[in-house]
């Protein structure tokens, strides 16, 4: 990790990426320090933006979300922070990235159904610069898990 971080700090973000909702209290006692260390190195840890968010992670099929798909986007260099903006800007998309390679986004949604594939797919083709979209379905959700490792 970058420097400033202590064996405490990666700690905290090993306990709280395996669940967030810990108590303070809970990770003071299996790290031997004051309650108070702890309430001061999370608030740090988001204030430098370490912990952008703590959330819960919900299974997409449990709320209705049946389809969930790769989107891969080819766009015209001119054109790719426009395009970045706005696929990044569709709430289907959780997950948006710049590559390199063939494709210059590729991004993951979850959808309810293929209707609303299709019109994901139609509103990111009618963004200026867009190429080619191609779509891959994913058949099976096999691991969703956002936590990284901390070294």
């Known amino acids: 990790m970058r420097a400033g971080f202590d064996e ?14 810990i108590p303070y209290a809970e990770m003071a006692k299996r790290l031997n ?8 190195r999370v ?6 933006k370490v912990i952008r968010k703590v959330m819960a992670l919900v299974d997409p099929r449990k ?3 049946d389809v969930s798909a790769v989107v891969m986007v080819k766009v ?6 426009e395009a970045l903006k706005g696929v990044a800007s569709f709430k289907e998309a959780q ?5 390199t390679g063939e494709y ?6 979850h959808v309810c159904d293929m209707k609303a594939l299709n019109e994901f797919k ?21 691991k969703i898990d956002p936590t990284l490792p901390i070294y």
């Not at 320090?33 to 001061?40: D, F």
């Not at 608030?43 to 430098?48: E, G, Y």
């Not at 015209?76 to 922070?81: A, E, K, L, R, V």
Request: glycine share 2%; charged share 25%; net charge neutral.
């Open 8 to 21: 405490a700090d990666k700690e905290i973000l090993r306990m709280m990426q395996a669940d967030a909702r």
């Open 33 to 40: 320090l004051p309650e108070s260390t702890i309430r001061y």
């Open 43 to 48: 608030k740090r840890l988001v204030a430098t």
């Open 63 to 65: 709320i209705g979300l």
């Open 76 to 81: 015209d260099p001119n054109y790719i922070t």
């Open 95 to 99: 997950h948006v990235f710049q590559t």
């Open 104 to 109: 210059d986004i590729i991004c993951v949604i």
């Open 122 to 142: 139609q509103r990111v083709k009618m963004l200026e610069g867009v190429k080619d979209v191609v779509v891959w379905v994913i058949t099976e959700l096999i």
